[in-house]
């Protein structure tokens, strides 16, 4: 069982859709017990980096973090991605998760903002998430803040600054933009955090 995690940022709901076009089954649960005893989770998200104030105060921080901790399977989507860094400077004094190093940060003028549509992957060699994907591999991204470059970035975009596309250490996995909604490649890559 996935445990998609509701917690009121959206976009929960074509995630579900998509995991059952796999023939996986999942649940969406703003519950930190059901995510508790998944075997995978995944955190989904659009809007505001203040919506993940609701991972804390529900207790689902508590329950994504002892996941993380039993190397059970974690995938965070677009907001779900940045929130698994330190913090973001769409809400300064709103701590992110930490799993990855860096704060999240505006792309600069002149660059479009948000980014919404299509971008080529430029992906390292190694990932699990992206296995059997050529680097070049299309994604679709709506965001209007990028999350650094780091040592665990496996695949980078490049729209007003180089940034993270997609984060990996073991079974933590991150993407910038949204699997779900970037056609066959994207679900290559839900089936393949569904194999991990």
């Known amino acids: 069982m996935i445990a998609v995690v509701d917690y009121g940022a959206g976009n929960v709901i074509s995630v579900q859709r998509a995991l059952e076009h796999l023939g996986r089954e999942c649940v969406v649960t703003g519950d930190p017990a059901a995510v508790e005893s998944a075997e995978r989770a995944i955190v989904p998200g659009v809007g505001h980096f203040g919506a993940t104030s ?11 973090e ?13 907001l779900g991605m940045q929130w698994l860094f330190e913090a973001s400077d769409e809400d300064p004094g709103l701590p992110g998760l930490g799993a990855f190093p860096g704060r999240c940060r505006a792309f600069p003028a002149p660059a479009k903002s948000p980014q919404v549509g299509w971008d080529q992957l430029e992906i390292s060699a190694g990932s699990r998430l992206l296995r059997g994907l050529p680097s070049g591999t299309y994604a679709y991204f709506t965001h209007g803040y990028y999350a650094p470059l780091v040592g665990e970035t496996v695949a980078s975009c490049d729209h007003g ?7 990996e250490r073991g079974n933590l996995f991150g993407t910038q933009f949204h699997p779900e909604k970037s056609g066959d490649a994207g679900l290559a890559m839900l089936e393949n955090f569904c194999s991990c």
């Open 161 to 167: 600054a180089p940034h993270t596309a997609v984060v």
């Open 66 to 78: 002892h996941r993380i901790a039993e190397r059970t399977p974690v995938l965070g989507i677009c």
């Open 54 to 64: 609701a991972l804390a105060a529900t207790g689902l921080r508590k329950a994504i």
